[in-house]
């Protein structure tokens, strides 16, 4: 996945910079497409930070999860105000960064929110991350896992 983001900077929730090759390392990441002024987004998100926060913060160890929200905000206020108020402690790319539109045309993305779970490599397990989380919520994760073909020991 590093190599999808190589030579990128990623930013966490504060703005901040992180190396993408550090952060995604080893990891079945998910790319969320998504923007604060659209009503299915604005639904979804919370749902999402929910099961971020299960799979990191209350699972022992953390997951090998990481979400890179790639926004569809109509201005870098609008991005940042929307994670504030919604997302969980992610990563996202910049709004500036003309990468963005390179990634809605190499993952189909025609709409949002649309959350794709990648491999590593940046390979799709599946397009219907947002869809599985609805449906199974953290089982949907031991299938990525599976399919990412990265070991971890996953309780339950």
Known sequence: MADVFAGRVLL???GEPVDPDAALRNKVVGLYFSAGWCP???DFT????DFY???????DPPAR???VFISSDRSAEDM???MHALHGEWLALAWSDPYKHELKKKYN???VPKLVIVKENGEVITDKGRKQIREQGLSCFRNW????EIFQNFPG
Request: with cysteine.
């Open 80 to 82: 940042v105000q929307y």
């Open 40 to 42: 299915p987004c604005r």
């Open 53 to 59: 926060t299960e799979l990191l913060e209350e699972q």
């Open 12 to 14: 966490n929730r504060d």
């Open 109 to 111: 993305i025609t709409a």
């Open 145 to 148: 896992l599976e399919v990412a």
């Open 46 to 49: 919370p749902i999402l930070c």
């Open 65 to 67: 999860f990481e979400l």
